[in-house]
């Protein structure tokens, strides 16, 4: 009967843990929404609140490092338990990472200060921010449905992002060439796509860490990368 007990108190902080990086993904999936239409529409007060929301991520973060560490001490699972628990804390990581992503680029808006040039300036790190939250959307939902073949199809989907993101880029080289007066902008929205970019590699993170819990074993085949070479160089120095 104690073993019963015991087994059922252990499913039960599974399925707390699995809650907690949903609740989280939710969150961060709606930072990343909210940062990208507060640069289209020049929203400094939304900017402000993505800022201040960030807490809220971070928060779950520590709450389910703190059960996963728990959980462990007192069930000491084994095999694909333990998986698991090791998986919500990888999970959390990419997440977030990717909060505080969404984070950087509401930073900019209000750096911006309201001074936007023309919307189509913005058009393609809208276009990549639909694509990552479509990754985004698919990955948790593989996490949530334990489901291999959607993980891996995430996973195979990265390298679209960063042709995507290398295509912002040069576009963007354009307008600067095109008017002087959008060199400013124009940087700032490189650091934007690059963040956005960014976000797509954890949720390639998240593709991995789901096939790792089912499959009991990391992916083998070499992560496709489209060349995001030139853009790395410009803004790897906003971290």
């Known amino acids: 009967m104690n073993d019963q007990h015991t087994a059922k108190a252990f499913d039960s902080d599974l399925q707390d843990l699995s809650r907690m990086v949903a609740e989280m993904g939710g969150l961060a999936e709606k930072q990343v929404a909210d940062s990208v239409s507060a640069l289209a529409r020049r929203d400094t007060v939304l900017a402000g609140r993505i800022t201040a929301a960030d807490a809220q991520i971070d ?54 200060n309201a001074e936007f040039p023309p919307p189509k300036l913005i058009r393609g ?60 902008f124009c940087i700032h929205l490189l650091f934007c796509a690059k963040n956005v970019e960014r976000m797509g590699d954890h949720a390639t993170n998240i593709a991995e860490t789901v096939h790792y819990i089912i499959e009991g074993r990391p992916i083998t085949e070499k992560r496709p990368k489209g060349d995001t070479t030139t853009i790395a160089a410009l803004v790897a120095g906003d971290r």
């Open 59 to 112: 928060a779950l973060q520590s709450e389910i490092e703190e059960k996963s560490v728990l959980t462990i001490t007192r069930r000491q699972p084994m095999a694909i338990d333990l998986r698991e628990i090791v998986g919500a804390l990888r999970l959390a990581n990419d997440l977030e990472r990717i909060g505080d992503l969404a984070k950087n680029i509401a930073k900019r808006v209000i750096a911006l």
């Open 125 to 184: 790190v809208e276009h990549m921010t639909d694509l990552v939250l479509g990754q985004m959307k698919a990955v948790l939902d593989a996490y949530a449905r334990r489901d291999d073949s959607k993980a891996m199809a995430v996973w195979r989907g990265d390298e679209e992002i960063d042709a995507m993101c290398t295509s912002v880029f040069r576009e963007l080289l354009t307008y600067m060439m095109e008017d002087p007066r959008n060199i400013s």
